[in-house]
């Protein structure tokens, strides 16, 4: 009889319900966790994508009007170089101008910045008379085609008498050594178009200057506030501006005026900002009221070249008597934060009262002061001074 074999004892062939159930489970645990991780990277990364546009763009705006603005008052009388003529502005305001956007977008406040300076690299030589219009000499041509609205400055020796004159349509082109198609601009003149020392020859012939002139403002663009770069500041012609940063909330403008030194005669004067608290001499700062928010190009007796540097005039409200300028910019995210998140509240800049609760958007703020030096009139502004003692400024 063969021997009886030992019973054997086999492995389980599958998982009970139990433990199928159970790994289940922490898998699903696991899983949620690693989505959990993966969702929240990938929210902090876009909202710090969504700061970090609005903080480029604020500085690339910053950037460009700090480059700009630098140069305000350089080769142009400094009564001129900041234009506050407001005809061509929506509503007339030059200041604190609401955009609105619709539901659920915050509106913009913006003010306008416009002013001028000559083109350093740019320069002729011609005569002008009113039958034969503006002729170069010494066979130069203009070598850019300049369009509508370009504006040149025509300055006889010594610097106190020049015309300005604006292109008309149809420009002036490269080519051309000659041209009739400019129109005199008598506000920004000194002298008339018959003027005996524009028809001068030779070494005494007129210097022929061209203006650049820029005008910075928040514009509706599809329903988006883009920060615009106009090249001209007779018209807001969207087709030929440039557009400097998205989704800006907020432009602000305030002027640095002369202020008499503690050993000034005029120390006493009372500051032209009498509505801030305390008052200062500062136009369109925060408790700047509404008729203390620009200079004011009316104001006289005006700055001009031959006053002392200690004469009452150089301390009004007279754009001829601004120092610096100091730019502020509000850029926010393009949308809100889907998730619910309030995000950063809106703040005032200088005197726009626009400050509102966290809305979901987010928000960086950037304020630069420049200054602008070609503003301090301490000599006429064409390349040759001459030698007329009226054409330097006493006091300096």
Request: charge should be neutral; hydrophobic fraction near 40%.
């Amino acid at each position: 009889m063969p021997p009886s074999k030992s019973p054997r004892t086999h492995a389980p062939h599958g998982f009970t319900l139990v433990e199928l159930l159970v790994g289940t489970a922490v898998t699903s645990i696991i899983l949620f966790a690693v989505a959990f991780t993966v969702l929240a990277v990938q929210g902090s990364y876009q909202t710090e994508s969504r700061i970090k546009v609005a903080v480029e763009g604020a500085r690339t705006a910053t950037s460009f009007i700090e480059r700009r603005l630098r140069m305000a008052g350089y080769g142009v009388d400094p009564r001129f170089a900041f234009d506050f003529n407001v005809s061509q502005l929506p509503t007339g305001t030059k200041s604190n101008y609401a955009l609105n956007f619709g539901t659920g977008v915050p509106k913009s406040v913006t003010d306008d910045l416009a002013f001028r300076y000559r083109d350093p690299s740019w320069l002729r030589r011609g005569t002008y008379d009113t039958a034969q219009g503006l002729v170069l000499t010494g066979g130069d041509a203009f070598g850019v085609d300049f369009p509508e609205g370009r504006r040149f400055i025509i300055a006889c020796m010594g610097g106190r008498d020049y015309l300005v004159m604006k292109a008309r349509s149809g420009g002036v082109k490269k080519d051309e050594k000659k041209t009739s198609n400019l129109d005199v601009d008598a506000s920004l003149s000194s002298v008339a178009a018959d003027a005996g020392c524009l028809t001068q020859t030779g070494g005494s012939a007129p210097y022929v200057m061209m203006l650049h002139e820029l005008r910075i403002r928040i514009m509706d663009l599809g329903g988006r506030p883009f920060l615009m770069a106009f090249p001209g500041i007779d018209t807001l012609d969207l087709s030929t501006a440039v557009p400097l940063a998205a989704d800006v909330e907020s432009f602000q403008v305030a002027y640095v005026m002369n202020r008499p030194s503690p050993s000034s005669p005029f120390a006493a004067l009372p500051a032209i900002d009498g509505g801030s608290s305390p008052a200062n001499w500062v136009l369109g700062d925060v408790g700047s009221v509404s008729t203390e928010r620009t200079p004011d190009p009316t104001v006289t007796p005006a700055p001009m070249y031959g006053m002392d540097y200690e004469d009452a005039a150089r301390y009004n409200r007279h754009p001829g008597n601004i120092r610096a300028v100091r730019v502020s910019i509000t850029v926010r995210s393009t949308r809100a934060e889907p998730s619910g998140r309030r995000a950063f509240a809106r703040e005032n800049l200088e005197d726009s009262a626009e400050k509102a609760a966290a809305d979901g958007f987010y928000r960086t703020n950037m304020t630069t002061t420049v200054r602008v030096p070609n503003m301090m009139s301490r000599s006429a502004f064409i390349p040759e001074v001459g030698t007329d003692p009226t054409d330097i400024v006493s006091g300096g």
